[in-house]
């Protein structure tokens, strides 16, 4: 069986909560789920968004970000755009999400 891979990519601080909200919810429908945010630093998240993130790595999923103060005030993976790069290959879909 082969299992669907997404990675929805935030580039609008706005819309990264609930893009993460929404890769749990993917995750738990049984597909590999990634969210990136891309170019944009944010607040430092809240234990609810933490726990959030924290599920998401339980099922194999991951919050990734291009933006070096996110991986230290938020405790997300850093990945630069050739890491992004070569991972997008390995998606079966990819979304643009919350696009302003």
């Known amino acids: 069986m082969e299992y669907n ?11 990264a909560l ?6 749990l919810g993917l995750a738990v429908e049984n597909m590999y ?4 945010v891309m170019d944009k630093e944010l607040p430092a998240f809240d234990d609810y968004t933490k ?3 924290e599920m998401l790595r ?3 999923g991951d919050i990734l970000t291009t933006v070096p103060a996110n991986i230290e005030k938020s405790d997300l993976t850093g ?3 050739e890491e992004l790069g ?7 879909h990819i979304i643009p999400y919350g696009i302003k």
């Open 86 to 92: 070569e991972k997008l290959r390995e998606m079966t």
């Open 79 to 81: 990945i630069t755009l």
């Open 51 to 53: 726990e959030t993130i």
């Open 58 to 60: 339980d099922m194999e």
């Open 18 to 23: 609930d893009g993460i909200r929404s890769a």
């Open 33 to 36: 789920a990634y969210g990136v």
């Open 5 to 15: 891979k997404v990675c929805l990519m935030f580039r609008h601080e706005d819309y």
